[in-house]
């Protein structure tokens, strides 16, 4: 029996509690088992979907749509009246879905041409992937001559990134004779340093980066020759172990990166999404034009210092004789850590032109250090002119290729000129063979 007091409280006898317990009991397992079936079938199985709308988000219906999985899995479909789209797999795997540009109607295309296929891993059944494909106007497809001046402008400032690095590692090498793989992850710390400084503590990005290059060069410059690499001199290690220990140093502190930043690539704050300037055959961001030319003016600044300042001629002195040198009074030791700071300095500005215009992640430095060793080895390892000319050769080449090959294959050229100067002239454009006897 109910009873409802003044306090709008509801009490259930012991029998009609037992009873309501029971059909809801009842209701529960009978929609349990009428949807049981259902919910199994999707446990099994992936969808893939989406929806092709034109630049003006509206549905474009009958567009082809393919994909290709694991296991020969094929299927194709056309895009419905509201121009929606769904595959069903059945197996976990990487699948590559790809739109029929044909079947687009005529004054709409992929506003990113690479884009017309997409390739996504199914990780696990029971899910659903949204696929989209960026269609608007549609771009023209401009010919290898109308490209190449584009190209080329992309590759010269590629090879003033690659110079920054490569004048640093050089220095290093010739003043301790150390190959230092771990000298691509000082571009991503510069890169990283001036993404916090912006965006996690608001400096405006015309003041992180000097701060951040500061930062990097006293602590992956000054720091990292003080408390690894001077202690392993005094040892007396070799250069084929410092080499390796080069090696792992750049394993850790690349997945240390890893851990505190994230896989993600990120983008400064205040420069993400710049229009660029079109100046003629050519187009580029004013943050490129910027960056660019303080490149310019840092590079001139170091050979500059190489040439005119005591400690540069001590550098070069150490890089020709060490033995000598310290014979003569200089300070080793000084000048190897005035080369680390500098070539640390100068890597932090180019991962910071890099995040400027491309954005930052964890990878940035290991990816750029395969041009870096290509730019050193085919200029002359250890000298500074050779690694300015080694850079904006690798730089030119690298962006040109792209006119005949993939642009995901476009580093591969950087590996197969190291490779023919290792064979032919291991020196260098401007290196000299070393004298036996």
């Known amino acids: 029996m109910i009873k409802i007091s003044s306090l709008a409280t509801v009490?259930?006898?012991?029998?009609?509690?037992?009873?309501?317990?029971?059909?809801?009991?009842?209701?529960?397992?009978?929609?349990?088992?009428?949807?049981?079936?259902?919910?199994a079938a999707q446990a099994d199985e992936a969808v893939l979907y989406g929806v092709v709308t034109d630049k003006d988000d509206l549905a474009l219906p009958g567009i082809g749509i393919s994909v290709i999985g694991p296991d020969g899995f094929e299927d194709q479909v056309l895009t419905d009246a509201e121009?929606?789209?769904?595959?069903?797999?059945?197996?976990?795997?990487?699948?590559?879905?790809?739109?029929?540009?044909?079947?687009l109607p005529e004054g709409q295309g992929l506003t990113n041409p690479e884009r017309a296929t997409v390739k996504v891993s199914v990780f696990m059944l029971g899910i659903d992937l949204a696929i989209q494909f960026p269609v608007g106007v549609g771009v023209v497809k401009a010919t290898r001559l109308e490209r190449a001046p584009q190209l080329a402008l992309d590759g010269l400032i590629l090879g003033l990134i690659i110079a920054?690095?490569?004048?640093?590692?050089?220095?290093?090498?010739?003043?301790?004779?150390?190959?230092?793989?771990?000298?691509?992850?000082?571009?991503?710390?510069?890169?990283?340093?001036?993404y916090y400084l912006s965006s996690n503590f608001g400096v405006p990005v015309i003041i992180a980066i000097p701060l951040a290059i500061l930062i990097t060069a006293a602590v992956a410059g000054w720091a990292q020759n003080q408390y690894l690499w001077k202690p392993l001199r005094k040892r007396g290690t070799g250069l084929i172990a410092m080499l390796v220990v080069s090696i792992g140093f750049a394993i850790f502190v690349r997945y240390f990166f890893l851990f505190i930043f994230g896989g993600d690539t990120e983008q400064l704050p205040e420069y993400a999404g710049q229009a660029g300037l079109d100046l003629g055959l050519v187009s580029i961001t004013p943050k490129s034009i910027i960056t660019t030319f303080f490149a310019i003016i840092f590079l001139i600044l170091a050979t500059l210092w190489l040439l005119k300042t005591k400690m540069g001629k001590a550098s070069r002195a150490v890089a020709d004789n060490p033995a000598l040198a310290s014979a003569?009074?200089?300070?080793?030791?000084?000048?190897?850590?005035?080369?680390?700071?500098?070539?640390?300095?100068?890597?932090?500005?180019?991962?910071?032109?890099?995040?400027?215009?491309?954005?930052?992640?964890?990878l940035m430095g290991q990816d750029t250090l395969l041009l870096i060793f290509a730019a050193v080895t085919l200029g002359g390892l250890g000298t500074a002119n050779g690694a300015l000319i080694g850079s904006l050769i690798i730089g030119l080449m690298v962006q040109l290729s792209t006119l005949f090959i993939p642009t995901e294959l476009k580093y591969v050229g950087a590996l197969v000129v190291l490779i023919?100067?290792?064979?032919?002239?291991?020196?260098?454009?401007?290196?000299?063979?070393?004298r036996i006897g």
């Not at 009873?19 to 209701?27: A, E, P, R, Y």
Request: proline share 2%; charged share 10%; hydrophobic share 50%.
């Open 11 to 39: 009490s259930f006898s012991k029998k009609a509690t037992y009873s309501l317990l029971f059909v809801l009991i009842i209701s529960i397992f009978s929609f349990g088992v009428s949807l049981s079936p259902a919910t």
């Open 420 to 434: 023919l100067i290792l064979i032919i002239r291991p020196q260098g454009i401007l290196g000299k063979k070393d």
């Open 83 to 103: 121009g929606a789209w769904r595959i069903v797999t059945k197996a976990t795997g990487a699948y590559e879905i790809s739109i029929d540009e044909n079947s």
């Open 328 to 362: 003569s009074g200089i300070d080793v030791e000084k000048v190897i850590k005035s080369v680390w700071i500098l070539g640390a300095a100068l890597a932090a500005y180019a991962g910071i032109i890099l995040t400027t215009n491309q954005g930052v992640s964890f």
């Open 164 to 194: 920054l690095a490569a004048l640093g590692l050089n220095l290093i090498f010739g003043t301790t004779g150390l190959t230092n793989f771990a000298h691509g992850e000082i571009l991503t710390m510069g890169g990283i340093v001036t």
